[in-house]
Nanobody, 114 residues
Framework: QVQLVESGGGLVQAGGSLRLSCTAS????????MGWYRQAPGKQRELVAR???????TYADSVKGRFTISRDSAKNTVYLQMNSLKAEDAAVYYC????????WGQGTQVTVSS
C-alpha cells in the first residue's frame, strides 16, 4: 500500500500564490507518475498537472503559465506551485500517484477570494 499526504492548501486572495506538497510513503518501488487533480463543487475531477518518472510534465490548459509541478524524487514528494490564482482555481486538490496502481490523497482545500 502507498499513502499520499498532502499539505499547503488554504485561503488566498486572487492573484496570490500557494504551494501544495504531497509525499508518498509505504510500499514504493517505482513511482510511474505523480500529479494533482482538482474538483470544484458540482464539477468533475480534472487533471491539473502531472510529472512522470522521466520528468515529463503535463498541464491543464487552464493553468499553463501559472502553475508549476516539480518533484523531489529522493523524498518521494511532488510540489505544485500555483501563482496568479483565480477564483476558478478554487477546489479540493487531490494528489495522485501511480505505483502499479492508482493512489489518491485525502484532498486539500484551496479557496481563492476575490
Amino acid at each position: 500500500q502507498v499513502q499520499l499526504v498532502e499539505s499547503g492548501g488554504g485561503l488566498v486572495q486572487a492573484g496570490g500564490s500557494l504551494r501544495l506538497s504531497c509525499t508518498a510513503s509505504g510500499r514504493i518501488f517505482t513511482i510511474q507518475y505523480m500529479g494533482w487533480y482538482r474538483q470544484a463543487p458540482g464539477k468533475q475531477r480534472e487533471l491539473v498537472a502531472r510529472i512522470t518518472s522521466g520528468a515529463t510534465t503535463t498541464y491543464a490548459d487552464s493553468v499553463k503559465g501559472r502553475f508549476t509541478i516539480s518533484r523531489d524524487s529522493a523524498k518521494n514528494t511532488v510540489y505544485l506551485q500555483m501563482n496568479s490564482l483565480k477564483a476558478e482555481d478554487a477546489a479540493v486538490y487531490y494528489c495522485n500517484a501511480r505505483v502499479f496502481t492508482e493512489y489518491w490523497g485525502q484532498g486539500t482545500q484551496v479557496t481563492v477570494s476575490s
